[in-house]
């Protein structure tokens, strides 16, 4: 069963990261939803299978509003890629691989993330700033 609270939390989270990274450099990354993935992840549960699930919930649904962001951002600004893609999608070739390179880059990393977040919290006990009714 999906915490939506949890995916809430580790949205708000990677909304607030790529605002600041954006802020700094200018430029968008996949490191906010790394961030909100892990977060998720932790808020979810102690158990790992949980904070892969939530993880990669979190991260679609910051897919779902960064890729649009990106967009806009990219025609208006010129900007290229996020981070890391910038630097994996010049060596790919075939449009296959540069499927399965976007799919992968932009799933795995933050269900591992998601799962560390679980991890996290099993090591550390449960969170006080979260309220009961979360978990």
Same mark, same amino acid.
């Given at each position: 069963?999906?915490?939506?609270?949890?995916?809430?939390?580790?949205?708000?989270?990677?909304? =607030?990261?790529? &605002?600041?990274?954006?802020?700094?450099?200018?430029?968008?990354?996949?490191?906010?939803?790394?961030?909100?993935?892990?977060?998720?992840?932790?808020? !979810?549960?102690?158990?790992?299978?949980?904070?892969?699930?939530?993880?990669?919930?979190?991260?679609?649904?910051?897919?779902?509003?960064?890729?649009?962001?990106?967009?806009?951002?990219?025609?208006?600004?010129?900007?290229?890629?996020?981070?890391?893609?910038?630097?994996?999608?010049?060596?790919?070739?075939?449009?296959?691989? &540069?499927?399965? !390179?976007?799919?992968?880059?932009?799933?795995?990393?933050? &269900?591992?993330?998601?799962?560390?977040?679980?991890?996290?919290?099993?090591? =550390?006990?449960?969170?006080?700033?979260?309220?009961?009714?979360?978990?």
């Amino acid at each position: 069963m999906t915490r939506w609270p949890a995916v809430f939390t580790g949205l708000l989270v990677a909304l =607030t990261m790529e &605002v600041v990274i954006f802020l700094v450099s200018g430029r968008l990354s996949l490191v906010g939803g790394l961030v909100g993935s892990g977060v998720a992840g932790y808020v !979810a549960s102690t158990d790992p299978t949980d904070g892969a699930w939530h993880g990669l919930i979190a991260a679609l649904a910051w897919g779902t509003i960064l890729i649009p962001v990106g967009v806009l951002v990219t025609l208006t600004r010129g900007v290229g890629f996020p981070f890391p893609l910038e630097f994996v999608l010049p060596l790919l070739h075939a449009p296959g691989d &540069v499927t399965t !390179a976007m799919l992968l880059l932009v799933t795995l990393p933050n &269900v591992l993330t998601g799962v560390s977040g679980s991890l996290l919290r099993w090591g =550390t006990g449960p969170p006080t700033w979260v309220p009961e009714e979360w978990v």
